[in-house]
């Protein structure tokens, strides 16, 4: 790591000398508190200071003390927010906040940490089974809080008294509410599915498709999460198809 860093120039000299020395203290002398006090001090002078950020972030992970990895998250939260900051140095900051967000049961969070590190150049094969499974944690629970809006809004409009209502014909709505508007919110006007239901189904079948001996703990979440809310898409999907005339009725 001293190599790497030495050889980049830094904007102000003051900044320049506390992150040098604590590159020393922190690859030849192992002192990591003392190279997080220097590093703390160049981020005092200028917080936007990526070379610090990202050496401190090191520096907590290696130390590791309670809190230290809280503190990691801060710093590189900031390091890949900084327009300065090239692709590649962001894909590590992006992997480690997606791990954390992950570890810590928050999917959305490390779903955009993956796909970021993603987009910035990074291999994620090895994440695929956790990235799924924030997309489809995700992308499930943002369809069905849309569907629960929606018939909140129906419940809540008014009916006017002196307007007669036909039972039968308000059963008839509910019923066509309900079997079609989660499919408005997951198919787009040419009926085509949005990328993120087509790479968790993807890679969902082909799972599933393998021996059981081969399924791990991740898969069984995203069994748990994807196997009842595809199956219920494409019950609905059938009763619309039906009622089109599409095809016959559905076998039971």
């Known amino acids: 790591i001293n190599a790497e860093y030495m050889g980049r120039d830094t904007s102000n000299t003051c900044e320049s000398v506390y992150v040098?020395?604590?590159?020393?203290?922190?690859d030849q002398f192992n002192d990591l508190s003392k190279a997080i006090d220097d590093l703390t001090v160049c981020l005092t002078i200028n917080p936007k200071h990526a070379q610090a950020?990202?050496?401190?972030?090191t520096c907590f992970r290696q130390r590791n003390q309670p809190g230290d990895i809280e503190k990691a998250s801060l710093d590189f939260s900031n390091l890949v927010n900084l327009p300065d900051v090239t692709a590649k140095q962001k894909i590590t900051p992006h992997l480690f906040l997606a791990e954390y967000y992950f570890n810590g049961g928050e999917y959305i969070r490390a779903g955009h940490h993956y796909m970021?590190?993603?987009?910035?150049?990074?291999?994620?094969?090895?994440h695929l089974d956790k990235l799924c499974l924030c997309l489809g944690q995700e992308f499930a629970d943002s369809v069905l809080r849309q569907e629960e809006l929606l018939q909140i809004q129906l419940q809540s409009v008014p009916t006017s008294p002196s307007v007669p209502v036909n039972p039968s014909s308000a059963s008839k709505n509910k019923k066509e509410f309900d079997n079609s508007n989660l499919n408005s919110y997951v198919y787009n006007p040419r009926g085509v599915m949005p990328l993120t239901y087509l790479i968790v189904?993807?890679?969902?079948?082909?799972?599933?498709?393998?021996?059981?001996?081969?399924?791990s703990e991740l898969f069984y979440k995203l069994n748990d999460v994807w196997d009842p809310f595809r199956s219920k898409l494409e019950r609905r999907k059938d009763d619309e198809n039906i009622r089109a005339g599409k095809r016959g009725p559905r076998k039971k």
């Open 116 to 126: 970021e590190a993603w987009l910035c150049g990074g291999s994620i094969k090895v």
């Open 53 to 57: 950020l990202e050496i401190r972030s």
């Open 20 to 26: 040098k020395r604590a590159l020393l203290l922190f």
């Open 201 to 215: 189904d993807n890679h969902f079948k082909s799972t599933k498709d393998l021996e059981p001996t081969a399924h």
